[in-house]
């Protein structure tokens, strides 16, 4: 039986059954980051949510081709460089390196395309082309704007009629525009500015420009899926569809994916209220796959409250899987394919993954109880969904003794006290051996004796 795919589009706003172009070459496409300052952690949630849906693709299909672009041009780059007195090559190379990491750190997949905007200005100079050679825009005053007007069911994407939808909206006023909703396509660019040769002068590409022509580039006319956060809807993914459809006709967009926002402590992200985490500033506290479980525990098309105690939530639930599969160390698992968990099964209805996450759950408690035969293959099941899941990579005994900052006891030196408390136990110094305990809990270290043993993990 075929396995089937559920996504909801937000096109249609319903959930449709996935069904690609072409089975053999499935096509995503994810908006990156504009690099010029460290990703935050609402960055990470795409990166993470649409992570999770390639894995789940590369189970279905034979081959899924991932484009996650850079945009290493931007008015935010040239900003930054200049207040740091440096290249924008300088600081792009830097924050796509530091994204790379970062994003590394939460256990993602590489993307099988990573298009720079900097390397496709030929693409984007054939867009702005064709859509001015087919009267959807214009030249004025040295830009190239997108006449809104030109097309027919412009902002059918984000539900909004024209007229309306400039309320509330980041829409630059120019006197060149000939409505206001027009936006730009080429940009010219000041001497000290960065720029390229055009017909209509040297300059720049627009953001939304970029991805159109990236896509084209490298995927061809029309794509099954792209993905992105909500925030990205209008007036970006709009301004793209628009681009693209007038461009080169028809949809060029099966279906479009959106995940929620992320709030802090119930309060949304905002620079102004000083409560924006990076995700290497996280990283620095928390293990990668605790961010990346915290960052699935809500469903994507939901708003996720990101705070200390579903950091702390997320860490413990992993020290339970972890613990299950410590205890079962000695057991080989059965080798199970990820499609046949019931992890995979509840992300096929639409990326559910607060029910993978509880599949999982009843895996590790399974393996806890199993015995025989039964306890190789609960194993291999929580193994099998963890790994769709992008989860429970690490080595169990390395997750709980692994990991410490350099105030905190080493390795060694917590298997010296256990070997004194197990001395001082055998010599009936029972005082001694609660003082050994309370000494590593007081440390951060906690000890789990069992008849095999005496075994420890870090809080």
């Known amino acids: 039986m075929m396995l089937e795919l559920k996504l909801t589009n937000t096109f249609s706003g319903q959930r449709e059954v996935f069904q690609p172009l072409n089975p053999q070459r499935v096509t995503l496409y994810v908006c990156g980051p504009t690099v010029y300052n460290f990703a935050h952690i ?15 693709l590369k189970g279905l299909y034979p081959n899924v081709v991932y484009a996650r672009n850079i945009t290493d041009i931007d008015d935010k780059i040239m900003t930054a460089a200049r207040d740091r007195g440096v290249s924008i090559e300088s600081i792009s190379q830097e924050f796509t390196q530091a994204f790379r990491e970062d994003v590394s750190a939460l256990n993602t997949l590489a993307p099988t395309l990573e298009p720079h905007a900097t390397e496709n200005i030929e693409a ?41 939808m400039l309320a509330g909206a980041r829409v630059e006023v120019a006197d060149y525009k000939q409505h206001p909703g027009d936006f730009v396509l080429w940009k010219p660019s000041a001497d000290d500015e960065p720029g390229w040769q055009s017909p209509w002068g040297r300059g720049r590409p627009g953001w939304h420009l970029e991805c159109s022509a990236m896509i084209k580039a490298h995927l061809g006319d029309a794509i099954d899926i792209h ?10 993914h709009e301004n793209e569809r628009a681009q693209s459809c007038c461009a080169y006709g028809g949809e060029f967009v099966r279906y479009w994916l959106h995940n929620a926002y992320v709030d802090m402590d119930g309060e949304k992200m905002s620079k102004s209220l000083g409560n924006v985490k990076t995700i290497r500033d996280l990283l620095a506290r928390y ?22 105690a579903l950091l ?10 972890y613990m299950a599969l410590r205890n079962a160390a000695d057991v080989v698992p059965v080798t199970i394919s990820t499609t046949d968990t019931s992890v995979f099964k509840a992300l096929l209805d639409d990326l559910n993954t607060p029910e993978a996450i509880a599949a999982l759950h009843a895996s590790s408690k399974s393996l806890n109880k199993a015995t025989g035969e039964a306890r190789a293959k609960a194993k291999g099941e929580l193994l099998a969904g963890a790994r769709v899941l992008g989860l429970l990579g690490c ?11 350099s105030h905190a006891l080493s390795a060694e030196k917590i298997a010296a006290l256990i070997e004194e408390r197990i001395a001082a136990k055998r010599d009936r110094d029972y005082a001694r051996a609660d003082a050994i305990r309370a000494q590593l809990n007081d440390a951060g270290v906690v000890l789990e004796d069992s008849a095999s043993g005496t075994t420890w993990r870090r809080i």
């Open 395 to 405: 080595d169990p005994e390395q997750w709980f003794t692994g990991r410490a900052d």
């Open 227 to 236: 993905g992105g956060g909500r925030d990205l809807i209008f007036p970006h």
């Open 124 to 164: 984007m100079l054939d867009l702005t082309q064709r859509l001015i050679d087919s009267n959807h825009a214009y030249v004025a005053d040295g830009h190239v704007l997108f006449a809104v007007e030109s097309m027919d069911g412009y902002g059918q994407l984000s539900g909004r009629k024209l007229e309306d």
């Open 42 to 56: 609402g960055n990470a949630r795409p990166v993470v949510v649409f992570d999770t849906l390639y894995r789940v």
């Open 312 to 321: 702390d939530n997320a860490k413990s639930t992993l020290d339970g899987f």
């Open 287 to 308: 293990d990668g796959e605790v961010l990346r479980l915290a960052l699935l525990s809500a469903h994507y098309r939901s708003a996720l409250n990101f705070s200390g």
